[in-house]
């Protein structure tokens, strides 16, 4: 069992009140923003009316339903305060922590109650879990239901069941009128939504990354430490972002905006927004109003609070939890004249429920109502909270003022409505599974003359019935997309909607289920010793790729390179590595039928096809006959000016594909003369490391400026091959390449001296043999060793050469082979060398 590092719940309670008591004495230039960003917040206009008595002490969360009842967290349990001060513990045993399984608690921060107030969820971020339990509870303690976590075991979240995700350090907590729950999941720097009636979660907000927000799409924006949530009656949904010192709002479509700025980074413990919009937090011991344009403003002079925890109720007024005690806050009776805070709503869609919130500043809070303008017949506007709501009958513009008024004054705001259509539901969508992804094609939307162009699509997958987060992209003439970041083994639909000016359309019915499965990672050959032969260098790729992939579809990536202009193929075999592909070779001028057939028969949907080289190497038409093979592939076409720069390009994808090359050794071979290159990239597979090319004793200009970028005084260098060696002696000698250097005193040698290398650390059992007299059976074979994980010999003659034996012979010391494949047929390798070879196999 792997011990549990996490800070203790005291430990992380005493390390957030440190945070906020560090907030709290920040000076004012430390405050978000500065004493003069923006337009000036309220001025102070709340106080205090009555003191709620609760038996909890260290009161760490607030929440208060419809009838007044309030409900306090804190000392390990939760309690109920009735009207009339009767006092009940629903949850937990106040001063006993422990686990949900026990009926116990370990830090309740975070409280709300669904939209009939018959269930409160609590966020216990000493057990990483959000549990719901009854309001009618009499007596403790209750059952704790877990709804969304694993008990104490902290981890990222999962999309899918709730109880089947971990969370970490959850402190916040907010249910919509929907009854959806949302999670503020802080150490994961996301907030989630669960249905409580599917029991299904899904990321909600954040990437994971801790970062700066972006505007846009709620996930995709990252997150800094999200410490609270609050919804309002409009459907958007309020997020504290800590570590940020912001507040955000995500819209009914998903979309994130900044609201306002708290004062202090990492102060914020709890959020609430009431009826009228205002946004009220309870940051660094303050309560303050957040305000868009203006740095948050306290709203109460109390000197007796020291809030960590704030709640609304429909009539104005605001619950404070202090660690002490709950008090009941009242607006002051000094009126601030309305000012509407809220964007401009412009567009809406035809026969499609249409909601917007104004919101505005003020006090008394104001009511809202429509000038002496007529607006449309199915707008509607609620005098109390300010949403308007309503179904368009027809398309137009429409210009109405609504105004925000309460005794001091009024303030307006014009607004101009566009309604349209929305695009109709694309059709017939089918997906065909591939590895951790599936691709999606669909027939295009049907245009209609009310409707704006289609100007893009989301497609949803769902897996295991439960809808995934959507994958948006701005493709009007798009039917296809490829999806990733599936579940191998679990089983997907996916819906197609499209999307326009007035926003996305009705989503398709779904797919047909299809099933994402894991390609080939390390090729495994059925004997001992194997020939891999053609009946030309071609056919010997083709081959190769039907030994080493047997099963169709098991390939994720597919290399393709010129087979008579080899320079890319040397760099190229390192990406087959990389990428878990086979290397195939064609004509420059045409697509080889075989190749294209093999691609078809090897290539997983969704793969990628890897075109190495200019239009000079492989034409545009053999690029186009690749594309034309399937819709469900990519193609991806690596070039540069030179061959030196095209490997350049290889390299920096083999760094995308295999993560971890930033350390990893840069190898540098002779792109003009090319033996001893033919060598490395197996050895670049085993290290993690990226092929250079020079040209001959020259470092070419790509060369230098991946090198100046990557690796500025030559410390990963390693040259293979005397050529390389005198290129890199351009290098800084501090860098230490020329004690690196792998040289031989030929070319069989060289591939010796490679090959011993493999024999430390974790030895190999595979080793492959080609021909060093010429050079495209090896640069099949380079390719396929790097997959097998050993090294390639070069041999010559009809006897094998005393190189290779020698290799073979420390190989075996270290290790016994158990793997030997024969790259091309004879004579490029003789029987006599090949059985010779095979003698140094299956030793053990």
Known sequence: MTPDTRPTTAARRLRRTATWLLAMSLP???????????????????????????????????????????????????????????????????????????????????????????????ADAGNDVVVQVATSVTTAPAKLDVVVGIEEQPGAPRNGLGTASPLHDPTGVA???????????????????????????????????PDVAVAGPATTSPLRTPTAVATDAAGNVYIADAGNAAVHRVDAAGKLAVVGRTGAADGVTSLAVDLSGSVFVTDAGVLERVVPGAVSSPVTTDPVLNPVSVATNSGGHLWVADGAAVSRLKPSTTAVTPHITSILPTTAAVKTAFTHRFTASGTPTPTWSFTDQVPPKWLALSAGTGVLTGIPDAAGSFTFTVRATNEKGHDDQVVTLTVGALPAAPTAPTAVAGDGR???????????????????????????????????????QATSQVVAGLVNGAKYTFTVAATNSFGTGTASAASAAVTPYATSKRPVLDTAVSRLSGTDRLQTAVNSSKALFPTSGSAGAVVVSAGYKYADALAGARLASATSAPLLLTESDKLTDAVGKEILRVLAPGGTVYV??????????????????SPNFTVQRLAGDDRFETAARIAAEVAVQAPGTATAPIYLASGVNFPDGLAVSALAARTGGVLLLTDGPVLPEATKAYLAAHDATGS?????????????????????????????????????????????GTATRAAGVATGDNWPDALVGSAAMGLLGGPLLLTSGPDLSSSARSALTTLNAAKPLATGVVFGGEPSVPARAGTAFGSYIAQD
């Open 28 to 122: 004012a230039a430390a405050v978000a923003g500065g004493a003069s960003a923006g337009a000036a917040a309220p001025a102070t206009d709340y106080s205090r009316a009555a003191t709620v008595a609760s038996t909890l002490t260290a009161q760490r969360a607030v929440a208060v339903d419809a009838a007044g009842t309030v409900y306090v967290a804190g000392a390990h349990a939760v309690q109920k305060v009735t009207p009339t001060g009767a006092v009940t513990t629903i949850a937990g045993t106040p001063g006993t922590s422990g686990k949900p399984s026990e009926g116990l608690l370990a830090d309740p921060v975070g409280l709300a109650l669904d939209a009939k107030g018959e269930n409160v969820y609590i």
């Open 175 to 209: 249910v919509d009128g929907a009854n959806n729950v949302y999670i503020a999941d802080s150490a994961n720097n996301q907030v989630e939504r669960y249905d409580p009636v599917s029991k299904a979660l899904t990321v909600f907000a954040g990437t994971g990354r």
């Open 438 to 476: 599936a691709v999606v094609t669909w027939t295009a939307a049907t245009s209609t003359p009310t409707a704006p162009p289609v100007t893009g699509y989301v497609v949803t997958p769902h897996k295991d019935g439960v809808a995934q987060t959507p994958v948006t992209f701005t493709a009007a």
């Open 612 to 629: 190495l080289g200019g239009s000079g190497t492989v034409s545009a038409g053999v690029q186009t006959a690749l594309a034309a093979l």
């Open 716 to 760: 990963r260098v390693v040259p293979v091959g005397g050529p390389a060696a005198a290129a890199a002696a351009a290098l800084p000698a501090a860098g230490g390449s020329a004690a690196r250097a792998v040289v031989g005193v030929d070319r069989f040698d060289t591939a010796r001296r490679v090959s011993d290398r493999f024999a430390t």
